[in-house]
């Protein structure tokens, strides 16, 4: 298996729920990045993760909350979501943070209802 | 407020032609571009990158241009092709700092 790989591609929860999203990447890279899209914007960048330690936290809510346990798996995990995080979530994967092109998994299509 | 658009969201273009995809950034500091592109159902995929020392960069059918000081962005394909039907990205970025993107452009190849 190769590239940057998300679990679940379709995620459905309830407001009150707590999920997780998953991340691995198989590339040997150090940096790993979750994004979110949300029709008709651009992709935003939620956080950064350079050598398993956070360096970016874009004031994403705290309802948001990433785990870099190693250098090749980040988690996103979710809580008391709100309808408005319906969106794709993006996890990439570089091999240094800064100049160099990112490589992007399948996404999750997350749906809070 | 955005520092990367692409104001085109989509774009139809007859096969063999040129696709001409545009890009505009505000923020003077960005030197460093990069443009993405993206199935259905799938992640983006880097395409080509250009740093602002240079003003054209080819890769194959692809081409991306940099004007510095209109801050502009453009990519090209030629010639076209229906696998080539995609949205693209462009992002930006400056020295230490994050990539900004833009909203995308939904490129249709008629075959």
């Known amino acids: 298996e190769t590239g940057v790989t998300q679990t679940p591609r379709h995620l459905v929860m309830g407001m009150t729920n707590k999920k997780s999203l998953k991340c691995e990447q198989h590339l040997g890279h150090n940096a790993m990045y979750w994004y979110k899209q949300s029709a008709k914007k651009p992709l935003e960048l939620m956080f950064v993760?350079?050598?398993?330690?956070?360096?970016e936290n874009n004031s994403v809510p705290s309802r948001f909350s990433p785990e870099c346990p190693n250098s090749s798996h980040l988690f996103l995990h979710l809580h008391t979501l709100q309808p408005e995080d319906s969106a794709l979530y993006l996890c990439?994967?570089?091999?240094?943070?800064?100049?160099?092109?990112?490589?992007f998994g399948q996404g999750t299509r997350l749906t809070v209802v | 407020d955005q520092q990367v658009k692409q104001n085109s969201p989509s774009l139809s273009v007859q096969e063999g032609r040129i696709s001409i995809l545009n890009c505009d950034y505000t923020?003077?500091?960005?030197?460093?571009f990069l443009w993405y592109k993206k199935y259905p159902a799938e992640g983006p995929t880097f395409l080509i990158s250009?740093?602002?020392?240079?003003d054209k960069n080819e890769d194959g059918r692809f081409t991306v241009f940099l004007n510095k000081s209109a801050k502009h962005l453009s990519l090209h394909i030629v010639p076209s092709q229906p696998g080539d039907s995609a949205v693209y990205f462009c992002?930006?970025?400056?020295?230490?700092?994050?990539?900004?993107f833009g909203t995308g452009t939904s490129l249709t190849v008629i075959p």
């Open positions: 923020n003077s500091m960005f030197d460093y």
């Open positions: 990439a994967s570089s091999q240094a943070h800064g100049y160099t092109e990112a490589f």
């Open positions: 993760y350079s050598l398993e330690e956070r360096v």
């Open positions: 250009i740093s602002s020392i240079k």
């Open positions: 992002a930006a970025c400056s020295p230490g700092n994050q990539f900004y």
